[in-house]
C-alpha cells in the first residue's frame, strides 16, 4: 500500500541545509500496524509528513496504493490526503468552538456530503470510540482522553483507508493512553492499515512490527 524508495528531503534553515531524511525506503503493506519510533529530530514526523502528503520529498519517489504521489497536484493531492488518510495528532487539532459531533463532521464537510449525511456518520464513529454521550460537548468539557477519541473519530468517519497517528498519545495520562491505544488496534483488527509515530517504546511494542530511525534514517525494523 504505502512504497517510499531512497526518500530524502532538505530543509534550509537560516542559509544551511538541514538533511531530515537520508535515502529512506520503507514499504508498508495493507493492513498492517507499524510503529515508528525514534528520538526527537529522528525524521519521523517528516517522514510521517510526506506519507500522508502534508510533504513532498525532495529526492525519492512515494508510491500509494501503486500510484505516484509526485504527479498528484492540488485538488487531487488534497482527495487523497481527505479520501484515503486519517490523521490523529498529538494535540488534538479540535476546533475549540464547535462539538465533538460538527468536529468529526468536518472532513466530510470538505468532501461536500450533505448534512444529515454528515451528522448520521459522525454520530457513528463517535459511538465506536465510546462517546455517544459526549457528541454536543464542546472540546473544552471533555478530558484529554475524550479529545482524543474525538479525534480518533474523526479520522475514522471518512472510511480512510491508512489511519497515521503522531504521538497520539504523547499528551495523556497513562490509563488515557491505554484506552487510546486499545481504539487503534481495534482499528488495525477490522482491517485498517495503521502507521503510528512515537518515542515511547511501550507504545512502539504494541505495533505488528516496529521502525526504528535515527539522525534521519532507517537504523533497524
Not at 77 to 105: C, D, K, S, W, Y
Not at 197 to 207: E, F, K, N, S
Amino acid at each position: 500500500m504505502i512504497e517510499l524508495s531512497h526518500i530524502s528531503k532538505i530543509y534550509c534553515q537560516k542559509g544551511r541545509q538541514v538533511h531530515a531524511l537520508r535515502d529512506v525506503s520503507l514499504s508498508v503493506r495493507q493492513g498492517e500496524f507499524v510503529s515508528i519510533i525514534g528520538s526527537s529530530g529522528s525524521g519521523k514526523s517528516t517522514l510521517m509528513n510526506i506519507v500522508g502528503c502534508l510533504d513532498e520529498p525532495t529526492e525519492g519517489q512515494y508510491l500509494f496504493c501503486g500510484k505516484p504521489v509526485q504527479r498528484l497536484h492540488g485538488a487531487a493531492m488534497a482527495g487523497v490526503r481527505n479520501r484515503e488518510i486519517g490523521f490523529v495528532f498529538q494535540h488534538f487539532n479540535l476546533v475549540p468552538g464547535m462539538t465533538a459531533l460538527r468536529n468529526v463532521e468536518l472532513p466530510l464537510v470538505f468532501r461536500g456530503e450533505a448534512p444529515a449525511v454528515r451528522r448520521e456518520k459522525a454520530a457513528r464513529a463517535l459511538r465506536l470510540v465510546g462517546l455517544e454521550m459526549r457528541m454536543e460537548h464542546m472540546p473544552a468539557q471533555l478530558s484529554g482522553g475524550q479529545q482524543q477519541r474525538v479525534a480518533v473519530a474523526r479520522a475514522l468517519v471518512g472510511e480512510p483507508r491508512v489511519i497515521l497517528a503522531d504521538e497520539p498519545t504523547g499528551n495523556l495520562d497513562a490509563p488515557a493512553a491505554a484506552d487510546v491505544m486499545e481504539l487503534l488496534e481495534g482499528i488495525h483488527q477490522k482491517g485498517r492499515t495503521v502507521l503510528l509515530i512515537t518515542h515511547d517504546p511501550a507504545v512502539a511494542a504494541r505495533a505488528e512490527r516496529i521502525v526504528r530511525m535515527e539522525n534521519g534514517r532507517i537504523a533497524a525494523y
